[in-house]
C-alpha cells in the first residue's frame, strides 16, 4: 500500500498560480501518479496523471498548457504547477496513485487508481 499526502492548496486570484505536491509513502516508481479534481455539484475529474514507467503525462483538455505535472523520485512527490487559474479550477483536489501492475486505469475518471489521498482545496476568485 502507499498513502498520499496532497499539499500546496490555497485562495489565489484568477491568473495567478499555485504548485501542488502529492507526498507518497512508498517509491513511486512503482505507481502512476494522478491528479482530480471535484468542484461542488460537479463529478471528480481527472486533471493530469505521470507514468513511473516511461515518464509520459496526460492532461485534460482543460488544462492543457497550463498546468504541469512533474515528479522527484528523490522525494517520492509530484508536482502539479498550475498557471493562469480561473475560477473554473476551483474545486478540491486529490491525487491517486494506481501500481504498475499492468492493469487498465483511466486518467479521466479515476478508474483503477487504488490509492487516494486527502484532497487540498484550490480557491480561485475573480
Known amino acids: 500500500d502507499v498513502q498520499l499526502q496532497a499539499s500546496g492548496g490555497g485562495l489565489v486570484q484568477a491568473g495567478g498560480s499555485l504548485t501542488l505536491s502529492c507526498a507518497a509513502s512508498?517509491?513511486?516508481?512503482?505507481?502512476?501518479i494522478g491528479w482530480f479534481r471535484q468542484a461542488p455539484g460537479k463529478e471528480r475529474e481527472g486533471v493530469s496523471c505521470?507514468?513511473?514507467?516511461?515518464?509520459?503525462?496526460w492532461y485534460a483538455n482543460s488544462v492543457k498548457g497550463r498546468f504541469t505535472i512533474s515528479s522527484s523520485k528523490a522525494r517520492n512527490t509530484v508536482y502539479l504547477k498550475m498557471t493562469s487559474l480561473q475560477p473554473e479550477d476551483t474545486a478540491v483536489y486529490y491525487c491517486a496513485a494506481s501500481y504498475n501492475s499492468g492493469s487498465y486505469y483511466d486518467q479521466a475518471s479515476g478508474y483503477g487508481f487504488e490509492f487516494w489521498g486527502k484532497g487540498t482545496q484550490v480557491t480561485v476568485s475573480s
Open positions: 505521470i507514468s513511473s514507467v516511461d515518464g509520459s503525462t
Open positions: 512508498a517509491f513511486i516508481d512503482n505507481f502512476a
